[in-house]
Every structure is written in C-alpha cells, then in structure tokens.
C-alpha cells in the first residue's frame, strides 16, 4: 500500500512539474510561428545574381496567366523571359517576351520598409508568338493602340511563323510597342530579397534547406494605371533556381524554358470551392500603400456565415503590431466566375466588426477621429478591444459598416497536398471591391487550411513541447495531461 502512494505522488509530482496546459488550436500556432519571424532574413542592398523563376502560374490583374524566369547579371544586366497562356493552368502558351535591359539598385524604399528601390533601363524587348490566333490578336491590339512607329508592326493576314522573333522595343531605334500589351517593367523598380531554411521532408533526414524568394513590385489592378504606378507592394514571389522549395515540379520546367519552347506545367485536378474550416496566412504580407498584415478567416459552410482576423503591423516581418481588426458576416452560394477561369465569384456582406488598438500611435489616432465616426468618443486604449458596428464602422480607418463585397476566390492543393485558399486582390488605390464591376481579377497571397470544417476543438499540448525534436527529427513526445495522470494514481490505489 505504501509502495502505491509512493507512485500515485510521483505522478502527481511530474505531472505538476509540468507547465499549464492550454487548447491551442493549429491556426494559433502558425499565427504566432508567423510573429515569431519565421526565421526569415533579408539582406539590404539583396543580392541579385542568379536565375529566379516561378514557382507555379500566376495570375495578374486582366486577367493575364503567366510563368517568368529572369536573370541577372553580375554587371547589372539582367535577360528576362515572361511567358503568357491562354488558361490558368499554364499549358496552352500563347506568346513568350524576351525582356533585356540593366538594373541599378538605389537606396532602401523610404516607403515600403525592407525593400530597396531601383533603376531599371530596357534595351530589347521581343516577342515571340505560339500560335496564329495569338499573332493576330496581339497584332490587332498593335496596330489599333500604337504611336505612327508601330501601325505596321505587323500587316493584316501576316502568316504565323513559329519560332520568329519580332521586336517591340528597341533603345537604339528609339521604337516603343510594348503599349498595347499593358506591359512595363516597374515591378523591378521596388525589390526584396529573403531567405529562410525549410525542414528536409524525408524521415531519416534531419537539417534544413536555403530557400531564396525575391519579391518584386506589385502590378496595378487597373489596366490603365499600371503603365504609369510605381509600386509600393510586391507582387507573388519568384524562387531562386538554386535554392527553392522541394518539391517544386514548376521550377525545374521553368527553369529549363526559352522563348521558343515555354514551359508546359504539370496538369493540376480542379478542386471544388469548399471553404468550409479555418485559413491563415502563410507569411507576413504587404499590400500597396504599405500596409503589413496576417490574416485568419473562419467559414461556416452550414449558415454561410464567416469571421475574419487582420493582424496589421508597421515592419516587414510582423513583429511590431499596431492594430486588429474582427469583422464578421455572411456570404453568397459561389458561382463558376465568367471572367477569370477557375475562379469562383461571391459577394460577402460585412455586418459587425470590432478594432483592437496595439501601439500609442494608433491609439492616438482613434481618440482624435471626428466624435461618433469611429467607436466611443475618446474612449480607446492599447489592447482593449471595442466595437465600432454601433458607429456603423470606423472613418478613421476606412471600415464602412455595413458594406457588401464582390469576391473572387480560388482553391488549390500545394506540393504537399495543403488545402490553400486564394482571395481576390484588393484594389490598388485601397477602395473596396463594393460593386460587380470592381470584382477582381487576380489573386492575393494564399492562405493556408489549418482546421477542417469539423474541427470545432483543438488538440490538447503543452508549449514547452510544441515544435521541439528528438535526436531523430521527429516530433518529440507531448507530456500528458495532468487528470490523466492522476486518473492512473486513481486506478492503482484502486487495485491495489
């Protein structure tokens, strides 16, 4: 008998020597592993020599699906390829742009915190066309939009010669063509670069990778500003050909791609839109007019309502917050979008929403908006949330309550069969998609599934465990919980 409470202190003993156990559900893990830094580093002025690529096909403002590859030289010129297609998947190539200038990096953006602005000048720029239909449309474009250098670019009923190579740009001719296409080349002009080290996935290995992402400035969601905007936010990032994610089937094909033979992806399934569950961001984002952000969506599939949580921040790697804001509402049955395939176009109704101040700064702001516009007058303090759907939203922020968006959204499956969610790019000039025709046509950064439909409880760890490995690389063991420690006591006093 004494040998059994002997046993039944000592496990109560290591289960108290244990720290408080709490639910901490998945989602809540990668929000704070993103707040953490993520062990990310960027290196100012960045080091740009190398080949980036794509890491799968993207979707730019039109909308326009392509694959770039660029490279750049140690004496500052740079030879890059932008390959566009016909559909979203990137495998029906409709023309290919050889793009050849130099780059001048300049001093860190005064704008956009780690990112470094540059110069850029072209020299060449040439297109080469995969197909009739495509010579002919881009011809048409052309010849009707273009200055007197450029009405006969090419003549009408000009017979497609495949692999020909035909000039738009040229500096010494003074020539310009490249109008017509949309197209300009001042996403170069706002630069970052980071590197991180991704977990080698086989069992018997342990270390990690150097994974290199260059982020390039943001292209203007308005087809007739982007000739004209200079970026203040980054477009979808490309990957160093050396150092990228594994696996990664896109990089290698891209990679290997020229202007007469554009890569052909790999054939991805069409998920269907189930949004039901938790999704959150992957990494700290930026969006134009410098705004840093995580976000974290919650879909209930069975009413169709929805929640949202934007972590705002004033630095790059989202470790200085400055406010929160919680919105919450329903949304509309999803409908195959007409306009940008593979998409699916709803509308959400924004209905409540509440703001949490997290600096002085924004505190301070809050307490000297206009009386009544924005919460309880005077009223605000760092930490403490309040709830601004009484004053129908907050001026001072720009959240009108209640409000309606048109949404476009997209599900796919990454590398590693992860359920990712992308949402519609919100406008450049930062007003909101509140009407059919500001619906968008390409995609913000994708959010990552972190809890199925039916996870309505988290699992049951301990922080001090959560994350560590054994020497093998494997998750270490979670200490258990300390009632069930104590149901064990219970049970040998029993039998004893």
């Known amino acids: 008998m004494v040998r059994c409470w002997w046993l039944a202190g000592l496990l109560v003993a290591c289960a108290a ?21 993520a062990r990310i580093a ?6 740009l020599e190398g080949r980036w690529v794509s890491t799968g096909c993207e979707v730019r403002p039109g909308p326009e699906f392509l694959t770039r590859s660029y490279l750049f030289y140690a004496n500052r010129l740079f030879k890059a390829y932008q390959f566009y297609y ?4 990137c ?13 001048r990096l300049r001093q860190a953006s005064w704008i956009t915190r780690g990112a470094t602005e540059a110069d850029y000048h072209l020299h060449k720029v040439g297109i080469v066309f995969h197909s009739q239909k495509a010579m002919r449309e881009v ?20 017979t497609w010669a495949p692999g020909a190579l035909y000039e738009l740009l040229s500096a010494k001719t003074e020539r310009d063509c490249t109008a017509a296409l949309g197209f300009a080349m001042h996403e170069l002009s706002l630069v ?15 270390g990690s990778r150097l994974v290199e992402e260059l982020y390039l400035g943001d292209i203007h969601t308005e087809w007739v500003e982007r000739l004209h905007y200079r970026p203040t936010g980054y477009q979808r990032p490309m990957q160093s050909a050396v150092h990228h994610v594994h696996p ?11 202007e007469h033979h554009p890569p052909i992806l790999p054939v991805r399934a069409q998920l269907p839109m189930q949004l039901s569950g938790s999704w959150v961001s992957t990494h700290c984002e930026v969006r134009p007019a410098v705004l840093f952000l995580t976000r974290y969506f919650i879909f209930h599939g069975n009413n169709h309502t929805w929640e949202g949580y934007y972590y705002h921040y004033s630095d790059p790697l989202c470790k200085q917050p400055t406010f929160t804001i919680y919105a919450s509402g329903h949304y509309t049955q999803g409908i195959p979008s007409s306009k940008v395939r593979g998409g699916t176009e709803l509308a959400f109704k924004v209905t409540q929403a509440r703001v949490t101040p997290m600096d002085q700064v924004t505190v301070m702001m809050l307490n000297s908006s206009e009386p009544g516009s924005c919460g309880l007058t005077s009223s605000w303090s760092a930490g403490v949330e309040q709830d601004i759907t009484p004053t129908n939203g907050c001026l001072a922020l720009g959240i009108k309550l209640p409000h309606t968006e048109y949404e476009l959204f997209k599900t ?14 919100r406008p450049t000039d930062g007003s909101s998609p509140d009407s059919p025709d500001k619906r968008p046509t390409s995609y913000q950064a994708p959010l990552i599934q972190c809890a199925g439909a039916s996870e309505e409880f988290s699992n049951y760890v301990s922080l001090k465990y959560l994350g560590k490995k054994d020497g093998n690389g494997n998750d270490a063991l979670k200490p258990l919980p300390v009632a069930f420690l104590l149901f064990i006591a219970l049970l040998v006093l029993r039998w004893d």
């Open 17 to 37: 020597a244990e720290p408080p156990l709490r639910w901490e559900p998945r989602c809540r893990q990668q929000l704070r592993h993103l707040q953490d830094g």
């Open 42 to 47: 960027a290196r100012l002025p960045p080091r």
């Open 86 to 89: 016909w559909d979203p998947s």
């Open 91 to 103: 495998r029906d190539p409709s023309y290919s742009l050889v793009i050849k200038g130099k780059l």
């Open 139 to 158: 011809a048409s474009w052309i010849n009707q939009t273009s200055g007197e250098g450029c009405s006969g670019f090419l003549p009408p009923g000009r």
């Open 192 to 206: 970052r670069v980071e590197k991180h080290y991704q977990p080698l996935l086989q069992p018997q290995q342990s």
């Open 248 to 258: 990664c089937a896109a990089c290698g094909i891209i990679y290997r791609a020229d």
């Open 412 to 425: 796919e499956q990454d590398t590693k069969d992860r359920s990712l969610l992308y949402v519609g790019e």
